[in-house]
T-cell receptor, first 114, second 116 residues
Framework: AQSVTQPDIHITVSEGASLELRCNYS??????LFWYVQSPGQGLQLLLK??????LVQGIKGFEAEFKRSQSSFNLRKPSVHWSDAAEYFC????????????FGTGTRLQVFP | KAGVTQTPRYLIKTRGQQVTLSCSPI?????VSWYQQTPGQGLQFLFE???????NKGNFPGRFSGRQFSNSRSEMNVSTLELGDSALYLC???????????????FGPGTRLLVL
């Protein structure tokens, strides 16, 4: 079955510290991979996406993610977290062709301490 | 360019009633997808419409239905509401020109539905 796992429900970091949010997926073939962020009371905003090619993907707000086929992972990273990064982060996968359907992970809530 | 808009933003209904939510995609976008977000189940795909046709459907009961108009605006309807239908309903649009899959989806702010 297709699924996305985000093992960390809640992460707390200090402002300025580095961040890594984990994402593993189970899919028949390499899907499209996405990271979205959701601030309280808001919709989802796309941070970055992986389609093919370079496995290190740069996104907005200083985020990057690395696709590792052998580990079926697509972890999100940021070298220095800002207080405004506090939000919920969702990893998602989408099939290649035919539909825009996304399968989301359960999300990781990020808390940032000053 | 205006983003995805959803109306209403908040809604309170009682069990057994029905509700219609509306989504206006980004101008030029032809694909609209709907998702339900709850604390227990997370984000789940409801259905997707492209050029007025349902292109994909999630695992929701038939009480959940949708449609898309010629201007790409979409509505979703939930009949015979249950307490468990309380959720944030998100709609997302994409151009749909690549035949689906992998296109950036832009999400609206959602409609928060509370069923009493």
């Amino acid at each position: 079955a297709q699924s996305v796992t985000q093992p960390d429900i809640h992460i707390t970091v200090s402002e300025g510290a580095s961040l890594e949010l984990r994402c593993n997926y189970s899919y028949g073939a390499t899907p499209y991979l996405f990271w979205y962020v959701q601030s309280p009371g808001q919709g989802l905003q796309l941070l970055l996406k992986y389609f093919s090619g370079d496995t290190l993907v740069q996104g907005i707000k200083g985020f990057e993610a690395e696709f590792k086929r052998s580990q079926s992972s697509f972890n999100l990273r940021k070298p220095s977290v800002h207080w405004s990064d506090a939000a919920e982060y969702f990893c998602a996968v989408g099939p290649r062709g035919g539909t825009d359907k996304l399968i989301f992970g359960t999300g990781t809530r990020l808390q940032v301490f000053p | 360019k205006a983003g995805v808009t959803q109306t209403p933003r908040y809604l309170i209904k009682t069990r057994g009633q029905q509700v219609t939510l509306s989504c206006s995609p980004i101008s030029g976008h032809r694909s609209v997808s709907w998702y339900q977000q709850t604390p227990g189940q997370g984000l789940q795909f409801l259905f997707e419409y492209f050029s007025e046709t349902q292109r994909n459907k999630g695992n929701f009961p038939g009480r959940f239905s949708g449609r898309q108009f010629s201007n790409s605006r979409s509505e979703m309807n939930v009949s015979t509401l249950e307490l468990g239908d309380s959720a944030l309903y998100l709609c997302a649009s994409s151009s749909g020109l690549a035949g689906g899959g992998g296109e950036t989806q832009y999400f609206g702010p959602g409609t928060r539905l509370l069923v009493l």
